[in-house]
């Protein structure tokens, strides 16, 4: 088996501290009274504008809540994507990161996609620039591309399949069965996990999340014995020695699931910590801890939140509404060659229902399926 991993160690494409640039684009908090006026005239725009809000489970409880009270959804990227593409509305305001705005366009070129800040972005989308992942493909024509949802249009262009967390284990179990080898980006710890779970022959990319990538094993483990009656649900896309303590390993969805259907009270949470809103809503009685981090410093800031995930607003959704700014442009010949491994993976899931941990299936209201 080959396990080789490419090395790659530029995280923002342009050298500046992007994340910096993200933490300072997020607003400030607000009162209770200027919350309720935001979201109402929030709400009042998606109806003039037939709009639908679609978010994801790492954005502010606000746009979650606004999104769910409006008919619109809070899920994961896959599912965010696919709820745009079957929903009625031909405009779609999408608050989470650029490259779900990317795939909510893919999978419906005809709508108006609009996003509350397009500079949000992701470090495993930075990570992988278009140009110097091709270049890696072409150095190894023998093998399948599977690239995670994390990525550019572009970069989805270039491969063949498009897995999320929650299926990518059934993708790679087949390819690995029909004998096939893989190239996997960009996300390096997810991709040791799949390879670990599969014995697949895989090439990694080293791109990693810079949220999940903060959760530390040592930390994890003296929190495990303050409760040693937590179940530990942890994000694939964590250090392995976060991953090995693991009681659960799953997407934002299975993780979901997860404290709705367990039987603990108490569930230390490997993952951005506002996913924590939802689950307080489903499963009101359970005691959520977030798992440790390295805490803020001086020069830097280390905790369970994506800085670009924080940027979405609720007068980003007001200000894109009135003014159709941050609106999402994919050209449309790319859009279609990205489809493709988009395509793929929907294809493979509806013939292969158990892909998916049978926890996930329609279960809760409102839980996507990947
Ligand atoms: S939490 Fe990580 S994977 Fe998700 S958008 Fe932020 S940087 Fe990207």
Redesign the pocket.
């Known amino acids: 088996m080959t396990d080789q991993t490419f090395e790659y160690t530029r995280q923002d494409a342009s050298g500046a501290s992007c994340t910096a640039h993200a933490w300072a684009k997020v607003p400030a908090p607000l009162t209770s009274d200027q919350r309720q006026a935001l979201k109402a005239r929030a709400a009042a725009l998606l109806k003039e504008r037939n709009a639908v809000l679609v978010a994801?489970y790492?954005v502010d409880g606000d746009l979650q809540d606004l999104a769910l009270e409006t008919g619109g959804i809070v899920a994961d990227s896959l599912e965010m994507a696919r709820f745009g593409r079957d929903h009625a509305s031909q405009t779609l305001v999408v608050a989470?990161?650029r490259?779900m705005g990317e795939s909510a366009k893919i999978l419906s070129p005809g709508k108006t996609v609009l996003m509350p800040d397009l500079d949000?972005?992701?470090?495993?989308?930075l990570g992988c620039p278009p140009d110097d992942f091709a270049a890696f493909c072409d150095a190894h024509p023998d093998r399948q591309v599977v690239v995670y949802a994390?990525t550019s249009a572009a970069v989805k262009a270039r491969a063949d399949w498009m897995v999320t967390s929650s299926c990518a284990l059934a993708i790679v179990r087949h390819l690995k069965d029909q004998g096939q080898k893989i190239i996997w980006a960009p996300?390096r710890h997810l991709g040791r996990y799949i390879q670990q779970e599969t014995g697949a022959d895989m090439l990694l990319w080293n791109g990693a999340?810079?949220?999940?990538d903060e959760f530390k094993g040592t930390e994890l483990e003296l929190l495990k014995e303050e409760h040693p009656h937590a179940m530990v649900l942890v994000h694939p896309?964590s250090p392995e020695a976060v991953v090995k303590l693991a009681d659960v390993v799953g997407s934002t969805s299975q993780m979901l699931n997860a404290v709705v259907n367990g039987t603990a009270t108490e569930y230390i949470v490997a993952?951005?910590n506002l996913i924590m809103h939802r689950m307080r809503q489903l499963a009101p009685g359970k005691t959520l801890i977030e798992a440790p981090t390295a805490g803020n410093a001086a020069s830097c800031k280390s905790c369970a939140?994506?800085?670009?995930?924080a940027m979405n607003a609720l007068q980003g959704v007001i200000d894109c509404l009135e003014s159709g700014s941050g609106e999402i442009h994919v050209e449309p010949d790319l859009g279609l060659e990205a489809k493709r491994c988009i395509d793929r993976m929907l294809d493979f899931v509806a013939a292969n229902p158990s892909a998916l941990a049978p926890k996930v299936q329609g279960l809760v209201r409102g839980i996507g399926a990947a």
């Open positions: 994801h790492y989470g990161v490259f949000a972005t992701c470090s495993l989308d994390n996300d999340c810079i949220v999940h896309e993952t951005d939140h994506c800085p670009w995930m």
